[in-house]
């Protein structure tokens, strides 16, 4: 069974990068594209974007010019980066695992809160 | 970007109810669309994907179908545990963006 876990500070400084990571478990890293999503206290689900084992990126138009990510297949782990945070990057973020085919996101990790805030 | 319009934005049922939610995509997407349930506090879980197909392990009750631009989602005859809110998400076009909810309540 593929788990995926989060991890991370919860709490950074206005003007600061986000930086997580998702450590993959029960299976291999590679033929996937690996996902960020996140989530604004009591609101909807913002799809922030992928990464293959291969290198091929995808990222939201709307956060593009901030966003990093990067994939370790040695650790089995997948990261995200995002600078110049402000509070409207306060969410639950959530890293997946998306199929190839149809581009459904299968697995999800259980989330992690980052609160943007001096 | 492709714009998910869901509804209703909410619904109250009882168990045992039959619901259906529609999801309507501002574009063609073919049959790119994928449906997740959340549990407050937990993270989504895949239903159906590719419009109709459902997910390994998920109940028989839940069925989709749909393709262009209209899609929908039922549940035949709700169970205690299916209260939770629905979301679609298209995967046709980049970013892959996801329907506002829909919140399904007890009634």
């Known amino acids: 069974q593929v788990q995926l876990q989060e991890s991370g500070p919860g709490l950074i400084n206005p003007s600061e990068t986000l930086s997580l990571t998702c450590t993959v478990s029960?299976?291999?890293?590679?033929?996937?594209?690996w996902t960020w999503i996140r989530q604004p206290p009591g609101k909807g689900l913002e799809w922030i974007g992928y990464m293959h084992s291969s290198g091929t990126t995808n990222f939201n138009p709307s956060l593009e010019s901030r966003v990093t990510m990067s994939v370790d297949t040695s650790k089995n782990q997948f990261s995200l980066r995002l600078s110049s945070v402000t509070a409207s990057d306060t969410a639950v973020y959530y890293c997946?695992?998306?199929?190839?085919?149809?581009?459904?996101?299968?697995?999800w990790g259980q989330g992690t809160l980052v609160t943007v805030s001096s | 970007d492709i714009q998910m319009t869901q509804s209703p934005s909410s619904l109250s049922a009882s168990v045992g109810d039959r619901v259906t939610i529609t999801c309507r995509a501002s574009q063609t997407i073919n049959s790119y669309l994928n449906w997740y349930q959340q549990i407050p506090g937990k993270a989504p879980k895949l239903l159906i994907y590719a419009a109709s197909t459902l997910q390994s392990g998920v109940p028989s009750r839940f069925s989709g179908s749909g393709s262009g631009t209209d899609f929908t989602l039922t549940i035949s005859s709700l169970q205690p545990e299916d209260f939770a809110t629905y979301y679609c998400?298209?995967?046709?076009?980049?970013?892959?963006?996801f329907g506002q909810g829909t919140k399904l309540e007890i009634k």
């Open positions: 997946a695992r998306t199929t190839v085919t149809t581009a459904d996101t299968d697995y």
């Open positions: 998400q298209q995967s046709s076009s980049i970013p892959f963006t």
């Open positions: 029960g299976g291999s890293i590679s033929s996937y594209f």
